[in-house]
């Protein structure tokens, strides 16, 4: 038993010590020699650090957008996830930026966690182009599931980005706060002993969780290059960390914002997202909500997905006006199906 101890000493060692150090994220970027400062390329939104983030944008044929989205895309996605609504809204006269965030798609640190600071900034800068660009338009931001998370956290801030309105489409809300003790244990020494170790999913969850009712686009996205399949310790542990914040944002937000939820997510739970918006209505803040019977996860991918459409393209030109779909608030449907956390 001693040889034993002995040997396994220096492991559980290397183990406490590695637990103490902080999960990985991406190193700050230096500007290039001779770099001009943020701007707006054809394929590129270039940030204040020199970093390119790609994008995919969407416009009116004829005139100047009444209208500009900023659009955040979800977990382990990319700008196109947002190729269905942009098109729909050059339609209407809007026009979408849609782009990677930093770890994601073609943006630098592919795979890496870039940290919430580094996010929320480069939404601030985005937001920021949008406006000098186009200083006429109303000015959007529109977060999908983890997009919808950093907008929260950065809206919810004492530094806001310079929007007139917000779009929350199923915000990542599942925090340390609604973890429990067994899951934020696991990951706290996980991403800290083994974070560069990056897992697929296991079977049971892409088989039984379902993120949308169009299934043809699901698979597309799962056979999509630029869709990240196998995810580190350290960026899952900074996902959980920014969802804490974007719970803990959305009663803090000012201005005219909306959060969309679908009644059949079975990625952002009803318990997570019934403690958030409980505790956002405590706070007294100014979100609106709007509860779709037949929404999934991916409201802007669903079968049913230009019901939403409709509904922000209303909230953009009005958002005290009824949405056309009639979506009740959220926080009433939730409470009266008795949401589990």
């Not at 902080?22 to 970027?29: G, N, S």
């Not at 009644?263 to 956002?280: C, Q, S, T």
């Amino acid at each position: 038993m001693a040889l034993i101890a002995s040997r396994l000493m220096p492991l559980t060692a290397a183990l406490i010590l590695s637990a103490c150090a902080a999960p990985h994220i991406q190193p700050p970027l230096t500007p290039p020699p001779g770099f001009v400062g943020a701007h707006v390329e054809d394929r590129a939104l270039v940030m204040s650090d020199g970093a390119r983030l790609p994008y995919l944008h969407w416009g009116p044929k004829d005139g100047a957008p009444w209208a500009v989205i900023v659009a955040l895309h979800g977990m382990n996605d990319h700008d196109a996830s947002f190729r269905l609504a942009g098109p729909w809204w050059a339609e209407q006269g809007i026009e979408t930026w849609s782009y990677d965030q930093r770890g994601f798609g073609g943006a630098p640190g592919r795979g890496e966690w870039a940290g919430q600071q580094r996010m929320t900034d480069d939404l601030r800068e985005i937001t920021a182009m949008a406006r000098a660009r186009y200083p006429n338009a109303v000015i959007a931001v529109v977060g999908e599931s983890m997009g919808g998370s950093v907008t929260a956290a950065a809206f919810g801030s004492d530094n806001p980005p310079d929007a007139d309105r917000i779009v929350l489409l199923a915000p990542g809300v599942w925090g340390w706060s609604t973890q429990g003790p067994l899951n934020s244990t696991a990951l706290n020494i996980a991403a800290r002993a083994l974070g560069d170790v990056a897992l697929e999913p296991p079977e049971f969850i892409t088989r039984d969780i379902h993120a949308s009712s169009n299934t043809l686009e699901l698979i597309r996205n799962g056979r999509d290059p630029m869709s990240i399949l196998a995810t580190r310790f350290d960026t899952v542990y900074g996902l959980v960390d920014l969802m804490e914040a974007s719970s803990r944002s959305l009663g803090r937000i000012r201005g005219d914002a909306i959060l969309m939820y679908g009644a059949h997510d079975e990625v952002v739970k009803k318990g997570p997202m019934k403690l958030a918006l409980e505790r956002a209505d405590r706070e007294g803040g100014t979100l609106r909500t709007a509860w779709y019977p037949n929404g999934w996860h991916l409201l802007n991918r669903d079968l049913d997905a230009e019901t939403v459409y409709r509904d922000v393209v209303s909230w953009l030109r009005d958002p005290k006006a009824p949405l056309p779909s009639g979506a009740p608030a959220v926080l009433p449907q939730l409470q009266a199906g008795g949401a589990r956390p």
